[in-house]
Each structure stands twice: as C-alpha cells, then as structure tokens.
C-alpha cells in the first residue's frame, strides 16, 4: 500500500519535529500474502476464517493438531463434521503418522468444496524442492478418504509409495455424500456419490497449496487412479471437461454396461460406465496428453465387467493401454504402476 500524507496547518515560525522512523518489519509482523514468509509451511489456519483471512477461505488444518481439534468439536455442525473427519483419518492412517508423514485436511473447488486429504511423506518434509510426484485417487464402495475400506488396507499400500524415490503425496478426495460411518455391508451399504469430482488437478493444487507445496506440472507428475466405483469419478471428470493428468491407473473400476440401461427416453442414474467415457477422452485435447494408462484387472470377476481393456488396446489419443492382472478385487485397490 501507498502511504497517504496528511497535510498539516502549523503555527507561525514554529517547525514541526520529524515523523518517527518506522519500526522495521519482522517475521512475526509480516502481513499474510503470497509473499508472506511462513513459520511453517505445514501450520494450521482456522477453519472459521482468522481475522485477515479472505471471506469462505478454504481450511488449512493439520490432523494431528489437538488443540484444532477440539475447537472444531465445540464449533459448528459444519465443523463438527470435519472433526469426525479428522478422528477417523487419525485411526485409517496412524501407521502413516508414526512414520513422520503428515496429513493435512483442506476443500476445493475442484472437488466441489467437499474435504481432500493430502499425505505428505517425511521424505518431502525433509526436502521440499525436490521433484514428487501425486496421486489423486477416488475410493469405490463401502469406505470414504477418510474411513477407507479396510480390505484395500489403504495406509499399507501407501507406505510402500510415499518416500519414492521419487516421493509420492496422495490426494484423497471425499464423494458427495460422505459421512462418519460408512456402512460396509448389506443393502444399506455405502456407495460413493462421485457428482462433486469435477477437476483433478485443480484438487491437487489446492490439495497441495495447504500443505505448503509446490503444484502439479514441470517435474511433478499427477497420477489420477480410482478403484472399482470410483470410476464413477473418472467419468464425471471426463463429462465436465477437466480431466486433465500425466498417468491415469484404472483400478478394477471398468465395469458397467456400456449402453445406458434406464428406461426409453431416460438416462442410466449411474450415469456414463467409465470405460465408454475414457475411450472417448482418450482422443481429446486432455486426454491425448495422457500418453500412460494403465488398467489393473482381477480375476475375481465381482463388478461382471462389460468395458474391459485388453492389454495393448490402441486408444485413439496414440495411448496403449497396459493390462495388469491381480488375482482380487482389492488387490488393485492403491496399486500404481512405475
């Protein structure tokens, strides 16, 4: 800012001191902004907005903080949701958290403002400029990002990933209709809505803006991987235009018929299977920047899956799609190629 000199009316033959030095700026002082030097990278921001932060900021919490915590479980119903959050993300991905990693929980736009969890490796915290890649991935039934199903033995398979070479963060973005327990059996079982999964990369990025991280793009590869429903993700994505990755790994999530089958004249509610919509983005602009997918099949043959890709299946982007073969369903479940 500009500073504005008043103008002063003084006396006769009578001169006015100088104006006092202005004190020097310290860290501590330093206004927020993009060039603000931050004490940590990885610290908290209030979900309820610090005095100073833009109007609906997006929240900046890391999970192991007690003391956010506890304000969000006296806080609103808004807040008291991100809590239950947190506490199952606590548990899902304590052996993650004894390691040094760390997980932060932010929204974005890209997401359509629901949660995403960042799982930042202790390798990147102790090197932060070094090249990482990113895994945004969209979860299937019975579990959500933050009470995964255990049979994907989710905090497993990313140990096995984070710290690379090179190191891997994960994005792990909520569905539409996520909540704090997440049936895992039966007709009432959970089954994730994947409407809100509109950008992934623009996920990443905000994602990765909270955990004080550099973007996707130059170095920073982003892989966009789902499982089994999460197709549903893939789809959508595909659908509004913005799917947009380096690497796309296709998890046992290619079932469903490839024709709607709602009544004439009325859509599929399931929406488009996501191996119609892939084969269709494979030859546009986004999609033919995407020169690796990858389709992890199982034998367990559970989905009766009508879209399969063989291996070596020319897309029309110039991709040939790479077949894997896991024996069940959730072995594929987190498996990300090289």
Known sequence: MVDVKRKHHHAPKVTAPPPPPPPATTDAARPAGDNAKPADVFATASVNNAP????????????????????????????????????NARKSYKPLLDA?????????????????FTVVPKALQDNPHQQFNVDVHYSGKFGTAASPDPNAHAAEKMATQLNGPPPTVFVLPEPQNYNANPVRSGDGAFS?????????????????????????GGANKLTVSAHSAGGRAVANAINAGTLDCDRLELQDCLYGDKAPKGAPGKPDPRG???????????????????????????????????????????????????????????????????
């Not at 890391?62 to 806080?75: M, P, V, Y």
């Open 272 to 338: 488009t299977s996501c191996a119609t919509a892939v084969e269709k983005w494979a030859g546009s602009q986004d999609g033919a920047k995407c020169q690796q997918i990858d389709y992890i099949h199982t034998k367990q043959g559970v989905n009766g899956e009508a879209g399969e890709f063989p291996d070596g299946k020319h897309l029309k982007g110039g991709q040939t799609v790479h077949r894997y073969e896991k024996p069940l369903h959730y072995d594929a479940a987190f498996f990300v190629t090289k």
């Open 192 to 216: 994730p809505v994947w409407d809100n999964a509109m950008n992934p990369r623009v996920t990443a990025d905000d994602a990765l803006k909270a955990a004080g991280l550099d973007s996707t």
């Open 52 to 87: 100073g932060a833009a109007p609906n900021a997006p929240p900046k919490i890391d999970i192991s903080d007690d003391a956010k915590l506890k304000e969000l479980q006296n806080g609103s119903p808004d807040d008291k949701k991100l809590a239950s959050e947190i506490v």
């Open 100 to 116: 040094g990693a760390k997980i932060t929980l932010t929204t974005s736009k890209g997401n359509g403002d629901k949660p995403v």
